[in-house]
Nanobody, 114 residues
Framework: VQLQASGGGLVQAGGSLGLSCAAS????????MAWYRQAPGERRELVAS???????NSADSAKGRFIIFRDNNKNTVYLQMNSLKPEDTAVYYC?????????WGQGTLVTVSS
């Protein structure tokens, strides 16, 4: 399984940014696609996840601001980030979990300036 993320960049506080991650290879019908992030000196943390059936889970910091959605036909997961804050600055990683195995993308940097 390979994951290719795109969409990171520099944005001002209060702005919006969208991330996308396309999965290829042996993708199972049932899986969980997710976004994690890791800020400098911090542990990697879950931002939001979505199952093949559409159930979602998100961190408290993301609720009301970030939206995760996916296109199962394209094996692609998206993260729409609104009302961005400087503390959202981090490397964002997409993740696919299937059959108890985690697959990670290469990470994309999101920088929110104050």
């Amino acid at each position: 399984v390979q994951l290719q993320a795109s969409g990171g960049g520099l944005v001002q506080a209060g702005g919006s940014l969208g991330l996308s991650c396309a999965a290829s290879g042996n993708i199972f019908r049932n899986n969980v696609m997710a976004w994690y992030r890791q800020a400098p000196g911090e542990r990697r943390e879950l931002v939001a996840s979505m199952t093949s059936g559409g159930s979602t889970n998100s961190a408290d910091s993301a609720k009301g601001r970030f939206i995760i959605f996916r296109d199962n036909n394209k094996n692609t997961v998206y993260l729409q980030m609104n009302s961005l804050k400087p503390e959202d600055t981090a490397v964002y990683y997409c993740n696919v979990k299937q059959d108890s195995t985690n697959y990670w993308g290469q990470g994309t940097l999101v920088t929110v300036s104050s």
